[in-house]
């Protein structure tokens, strides 16, 4: 295995070239130089479409990495921007880290997969005060995970429920599905047209689904009393996505495992 291949192992990313390794003094760090293998390179940040280059962007861009050891560790690669036919203008994709994030992959998947095992404070501790950010990693763990997992395919009993928050402001109107005992879906509010959303995220028309409803309330409330635990635990997301996607993460099967233990 040649040095570079290596340290992308050590690292925790795939696809990546590592060009070299330094000490960052000031910030006591290891800053590696990377960037993307040929074919991920030119590619939009949003779609991962291949498109043509558009500038240069705003120079290199710095993402925090897992620690190597007890050290902090970063990425550094330039942030060319592409021309995408879909999404216009936008900073290029890179294999390492989702799009807009400020962390690699494996750094969101860790940190993800804390947040739902354990305390604010350990997770704050542990990957260094990142609890301002947990909301915006979050939201985008789970928005890849259900990409690649369809939560409606084989849903025929349901339990819908609406919880409020401790001040009785907030509604989130949730949605069970009993056969594989998850939560299938979650949003803000608590009326009809809430409701009808999910609906058209089931497809088959309301009657068909109206038909395939069937209430568990045990069910029903033993995730409700997860989710009201999770809503005091999301205390500073400043997005409701992210508390959804906490609630999503923790209890519809889409928390990535921690990097390297598939
Ligand atoms: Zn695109």
Known sequence: MRTGSRWARLLGVEETIVDGVAVDEEEEAIVASVKPHQRQRNRCGRCGERSGRYDAGEGR????ALDLGTIPASLEAEA???????????VAGVPWARHDARFTKSFDDQTAWLTTHSAKSTVSSLMRGVWRRVGGIISRVAAEAETLMDRF??????GIDEIRDRKGQNYLTVVVGHKRRRLVWAAPGRDTKTLSKFFERLGGGGARASNALGLSNALVESTNTTIRLLMRQAFGFRDPAALIGLALVSLGGLCPPPPGRP
């Not at 395919?153 to 349901?158: K, S």
């Open 61 to 64: 861009r710095r993402r925090r």
């Open 80 to 90: 060319p921007r592409v021309n995408c036919g879909e999404h216009g203008v936008v």
């Open 153 to 158: 395919a084989g849903l025929r009993e349901i």
